[in-house]
């Protein structure tokens, strides 16, 4: 069973993010798949980099927005996500030198930290952009 299955609890109530979100929740849960299917090294690396690669790429649209409606709790919000970006960048580096492997605690870590985030941090933010728009 999928550990990154999506459901509409996880909506912000932006769309632009609850976008980005859903496509999250599909790359982490392919990488969940490539893990318990078994399959090579190269594989897993380059399902991680995706995920990281799109990660950034949110987290970057994320801080735009928040900046964008001059958010108050932006400097907070950004240190969490340069915390699981450092902590995502060592475990990548460790894991293509063969110093790591992919486990399902760091799956069961990213799920969680993924459902911690959007419904408490990400979904003040969107509730500000909408009073703000209001
Ligand atoms: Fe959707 Fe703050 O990350």
Not at 41 to 57: M, P
Not at 92 to 113: C, E, H, P, Y
Request: proline residues 1%; hydrophobic residues 40%; charged residues 25%.
């Amino acid at each position: 069973m999928s550990l990154f299955k999506w459901n509409d609890g996880f909506l912000v109530g932006n769309p632009e993010i609850d976008a980005q979100h859903k496509r999250l929740f599909q790359l982490a849960d392919q990488l969940h798949d490539a893990m318990t299917a078994g399959k090579a090294k190269e594989t897993l690396s380059q399902t991680l980099a995706s995920l990281i690669g799109y990660t950034r790429v949110h987290f970057a649209s994320e801080e735009r927005l928040m900046q964008k409606h001059a958010y108050p709790d932006y400097a907070v919000h950004k240190a969490e996500h340069d915390k699981l970006t450092a902590k995502v960048l060592d475990f990548q580096k460790d894991f293509n030198a063969g110093r790591s492997v992919m486990t399902i605690d760091l799956m069961q870590f990213l799920k969680n930290w993924l459902a911690n985030h959007i419904g408490q941090t990400d979904k003040k933010v969107a509730a500000h952009i909408k009073q703000k728009a209001a």
